[in-house]
C-alpha cells in the first residue's frame, strides 16, 4: 500500500527557510503527480503545491507563492519542498498527499516559525 514519510520540519525563525522531503513506495511514484497540504493548529486541511509526474509542471498556493519550491526525484521516489522567507502564518504540519485520494497520507513533518 502506498506509504509516505515526510521529514525535514523543525523550528525556524522568521525569513528563514526549511527543505522538507517526502519518501514514498508502494505504488509507481514516476506516474503520479503529488502534492504538499498542510494543517495549521485548529485549522483544516490547505492544499499547498503540486507538481505533475514528469516534474515539469508546478502550481502553488497564493499563500506561498514565490516563497516555496516544489520538485521531485523520480530515481529516488521523493518529492521535496524547499521553503523560503517562512512566515508565522506557515507553521503547520506539512504531509504528502496520498495520490489516490488526495488526503495527507503520512506522519506529517512540524514547522514551526517563530521568534
Known amino acids: 500500500q502506498v506509504q509516505l514519510v515526510e521529514s525535514g520540519g523543525g523550528l525556524v525563525q522568521p525569513g528563514g527557510s526549511l527543505r522538507l522531503s517526502c519518501a514514498a513506495s508502494g505504488f509507481t511514484f514516476s506516474s503520479f503527480p503529488m502534492s504538499w497540504v498542510r494543517q495549521a493548529p485548529g485549522k483544516g486541511v490547505e492544499w499547498v503545491s503540486d507538481i505533475n509526474s514528469g516534474g515539469s509542471r508546478t502550481y502553488y498556493a497564493d499563500s506561498v507563492k514565490g516563497r516555496f519550491t516544489i520538485s521531485r526525484d523520480n530515481a529516488k521516489n521523493t518529492v521535496f519542498l524547499q521553503m523560503d522567507n517562512l512566515e508565522p502564518e506557515d507553521t503547520a504540519v506539512y504531509y504528502c498527499?496520498?495520490?489516490?485520494?488526495?488526503?495527507?497520507g503520512g506522519q506529517g513533518t512540524q514547522v514551526t516559525v517563530s521568534s
Open positions: 498527499a496520498n495520490p489516490h485520494t488526495g488526503k495527507p
